[in-house]
């Protein structure tokens, strides 16, 4: 089966959209991070794993608080990203 990742990410938003399923929210926001459908989005991407991170998904914890740490894309907020991490 060849990797189709326009249809992941649909599959992945519809998932994460409706049903708020963690794991979706989670991989929508790595392909965004990623940019695996086109360009990067980043500040779409921090969203998603936020929604993931509130509701105990422990990778996305770690990726969102690293990025509130370092400051990637966002502003920076250190005392929020130790928090996640």
Known sequence: ???????AAKAFNYAATYYGHPEAQYQLARMLL???T????P???LRWLNHAAEKGHVQAQAV???MLLLGESTQRQPQRGLMWL
Do not use: M, S, Y
Request: a positive charge; glycine letters at 16%.
């Open 1 to 7: 089966v060849k990797a189709n990742p326009a249809h």
């Open 34 to 36: 990623d940019g695996a």
């Open 64 to 66: 969102l608080g690293r």
């Open 43 to 45: 500040r779409l991407a």
């Open 38 to 41: 086109g360009r990067a989005e």
